[in-house]
């Protein structure tokens, strides 16, 4: 395996693994402030859920981004393409706006969702402007997604 393919499938690694941890990490968070909640509120299950939800996106955004990487050296597809050691940095350059975002986007997520869920105990109706403030935590990650996306499509092989 060559240097170049090495470094490609590090760069994939860190897309779904550093956003993979961030996710869990905010799922974690929201997750235990969620069941307390129940404890005392069960009907509200579904409002509880979808807030304990929202920090895992990143970790979806993650593994698309590794999947691209991984399709554009054609690991799924029989033979890898032969990658130089540059162009294995640009793969590995290009995973690191979703792994970066991702990681820290989730964690601050979920400790809004958490609020969140907090505000959904004492004011269930508004549990959608628990929602709308998690989004825009999201909107970062989203740009990371997009300019990963952006960086590996740019990449010639």
Same mark, same amino acid.
């Given at each position: 395996?060559?240097? +170049?393919?090495?470094? /490609?499938?590090? @760069?994939? $690694? ?5 956003? +993979? ?5 905010? %799922?974690?968070?929201? +997750? ?7 404890? &005392?509120?069960?009907?509200?299950? +579904?409002?509880? =859920? ?15 981004? $590794? ?11 029989? /033979?890898?393409?032969?990658? !130089? !050691? ?14 970066? $975002?991702? =990681? %820290? ?32 935590? &999201?909107?970062?990650?989203? =740009? @990371?997604? =997009?300019? !990963?996306?952006?960086?590996?499509? @740019? %990449?010639?092989?």
């Amino acid at each position: 395996m060559s240097s +170049g393919l090495v470094l /490609a499938l590090l @760069g994939a $690694a860190l897309a779904v693994g550093l956003s +993979g941890v961030g996710s869990s990490i905010g %799922i974690g968070y929201v +997750g235990q402030a969620s069941a307390g909640a129940m404890s &005392e509120d069960p009907e509200n299950f +579904g409002r509880y =859920l979808i807030l304990t939800a929202l920090p895992g996106t990143q970790g979806i955004y993650g593994f698309i981004a $590794a999947f691209l990487i991984i399709m554009k050296v054609n690991l799924l597809g029989g /033979a890898p393409v032969k990658l !130089t !050691t540059p162009q294995g940095w640009s793969f590995l350059i290009s995973g690191l706006p979703i792994a970066i $975002a991702g =990681l %820290i986007s989730a964690i601050h997520q979920g400790k809004v969702c958490t609020a969140g869920v907090g505000l959904t105990v004492k004011r269930p109706a508004d549990s959608a402007k628990a929602m709308v403030l998690a989004v825009f935590v &999201e909107f970062y990650a989203v =740009l @990371g997604l =997009l300019v !990963t996306i952006f960086l590996v499509n @740019g %990449i010639s092989v």
